[in-house]
């Protein structure tokens, strides 16, 4: 430090606890994403019955649509009730991430954060966790409502709570891709527009694999909804083995990929 | 000078849409401990120039050394460092007002019964404590500007940069701002960059000064130095009232360096070791009972803002 007497006499306390020049400290970051994601909590907590009615609304509406045209007994009714857990999740994650961060890169709100020593995986994670957290109670009011209108003999085992934040996670990775690549609000919404079809009814999400059409059945294997609902009906069926395994690894490397592209991404300075 | 804090060099800005220079090749140091003022017109690039000290535009060439450290290659070192106050923290809108400080003390890494402490201070100081649990998006714009004060000011950080502070501020809470930032900087040494309109109120606090059009930098150095450069005249300043008994024209008119601002306000500029005498010639020439106003006044910061670029006298005159 090069500061003067006078100065460091008043802030030299302080500034021994600054974790060096170079790296934020581990037990920094954990703190940063713990209080961060507080924030983010408190800072919906005018707004949050809008969260679950965005997220909710259309999944519940579907499942209740495909119950009175296709009856409780139809051969798909598994499929019918994850698809419509995974809606949820597209809609209550990856959509309101993309078009939050769209708008906070449109408004210059990422400023905020920018001018505070907190890193961007950290405010990233934290946003990514507050869309999961809130796409929570619309995931498990389509599940017990779909498994009470089609009858569905589906185990609700803990591990769905693992698979609920996984997708969640996966989803809001990919959504918060979407908000900080698009240049503004408006064109971050066009996008999930475009990719929100793509995600639910081009993979074996509502319909299995083998009723998809030919080219269908080999792009879907890109798609992180192919697995998502593949972990979800897994779980549902109380069947936890190898393949239910594999679908969970190929969920979290969807997250990984997703937060490492958008910390990479994002840069706080304008160029 | 002091060890400088911050060490600009050839500092240029040039936007990629529209190909605007915003910065061109500036230079300066400042020191700590210093008062620092940024005046120019709109547009002139003085927000430019502070974004880029905060690390939130990359510049297009030359070099920022914050303590020593080149903070273009490591912009994350700086909120350690620097406070930046640009705009109200409106992202936060459903926070309570004491949150907004509060969590902006915890990121900056304060222990939390310290945060709550310090919370609690800036909320009488800054005269916010009776809506601190009011919500962000229920509070005024000059409430907000305050809020944004407070959340910059808590942390105690020793290098503060403030943008257009008093804008949108009644002139009692200007007042309260100008007197906070005086006593910060002389209790803890703050180093304080300001960018204002408010040249005026500014002239109080200030140290030095710079002043940037176009880009550019058109005049550096203490508001006495550029006050010489400009005008080293003392300025009678006379408010006739509406119905009087003669022509102010002929009383003005053997002063030869005059002004008619309109019919009932003129300028009379003289030097200054002329004062005394003018002084009473004006003064036994007129009855006090046609007087509106009477003022005799140096160089203000403000005569050396408007009359330093073109562009700005236009503006204001």
Known sequence: MNF????????????????????????????????LTWTQMLNVRTGWVWYFFLSSFIPLLTLFFMFLVLGYQIQWAIYVVTGNVVFAVVLGSLNTLAEQMGWMKQNRFFEHFAALPISKISLLIALVTRCTLFSFPAMLAVLVIGKLLFKLPIVLHPVLILVFTLSGFALSGIGAVIGITSTNSNRANIATRVVFPILVFTAPVLIPLENLPVVLRYTSVVLPTTYIANAFRAALSGDLGGPFLLNMGIIALYTLASLYFVARKVDWRVD | MKNPVYQIENLTKIYKTGSLTANDHISLEIPQGEVFGIFGPNGAGKTTLVRQMVGLIKPTSGSIHLDGVDVIRNPQIIPYY??????????????????????????RGMPKTEAKDQTEKL?????????????MERIS??????????????????????????????????????????????????????????????????????????GKIIALGTPGELKAKVDDRVRIEIKFKPRRPFDPLELIKPFKDYKKINPDKWQIFIPKSQVSSVYNQVMSNINLDDLDDFRLMTTSLEDVYIRMGGIIADEFQ
Request: aromatic letters at 10%.
């Open chain 2, 82 to 107: 620097v406070a930046y106050f640009a705009q109200a923290p409106w992202i936060l809108w459903s926070l309570k007002v004491w949150e907004v400080i509060y969590f902006t003390g915890i990121f």
């Open chain 2, 123 to 135: 909320l009488n100081d800054l005269g916010l404590a009776h809506i601190r649990d009011r919500l």
């Open chain 2, 141 to 214: 714009g000059g409430e907000s500007k305050l809020l944004g004060i407070a959340a910059a000011l808590i942390g105690n950080r020793p290098i503060l940069i403030l943008d257009e502070p008093t804008n949108e501020l009644d002139p009692i809470n200007r007042i309260k701002i100008w007197n906070l930032l005086a006593r910060l900087r002389q209790e803890n040494g703050t180093t304080i960059i300001l960018v204002t309109h408010n040249v005026l109120e500014a002239e109080q606090v200030v140290d030095r000064v710079m002043i940037i059009d176009k």
């Open chain 1, 4 to 35: 003067n007497e006078k100065f460091l006499e008043v802030q030299e306390p302080f500034f021994k606890k600054i974790p060096g020049r170079r790296r934020q400290t581990f037990t920094k970051h954990v703190r940063d994403i713990l209080y």
